[in-house]
Nanobody, 127 residues
Framework: QVQLVESGGRLVQAGGSLRLSCAAS????????IGWFRQAPGKEREFVAA????????DYADSVKGRFTISRDNAENTVYLQMNSLKPEDTGVYYC????????????????????WGQGTQVTVSS
């Protein structure tokens, strides 16, 4: 079992920055990859970023490359998503998820690869 709790979402102006946190508990943190997904109203959940169990590999959606950075602190059981140069189209509920079947360096991008999900945190970017 893995429990995930996201935090850090809020209203921010376009061009601003936010750092989201995903605090994990339960299963040993280094045994699963973590992904961030987001869902805007009326749209499907989409991949944002992922980080491997080791923390040595990351992957990003094209829409956020160069603006978002995912990182993990295995000592603190936390994954972060640093979001810079935010745009109104980044608005949505952001979820972190855990893939317990991931290999050491893999960065899963499909939602169905993830078993455990947090409740989400709302990010709203105003123009």
């Amino acid at each position: 079992q893995v429990q995930l709790v996201e935090s850090g979402g809020r209203l921010v102006q376009a061009g601003g920055s936010l750092r989201l946190s995903c605090a994990a508990s339960g299963r040993t943190f280094s045994t699963y990859a973590i992904g961030w997904f987001r869902q805007a109203p009326g749209k499907e959940r989409e991949f944002v970023a992922a980080i491997s169990r080791s923390g040595g590999a990351t992957d990003y959606a094209d829409s956020v490359k160069g603006r978002f950075t995912i990182s993990r602190d295995n000592a603190e059981n936390t994954v972060y998503l640093q979001m810079n140069s935010l745009k109104p189209e980044d608005t949505g509920v952001y979820y972190c998820a855990a893939d317990i079947g991931a290999t050491f360096h893999s960065t899963p991008v499909r939602p169905n690869e993830y078993v455990y999900w947090g409740q989400g945190t709302q990010v709203t970017v105003s123009s």
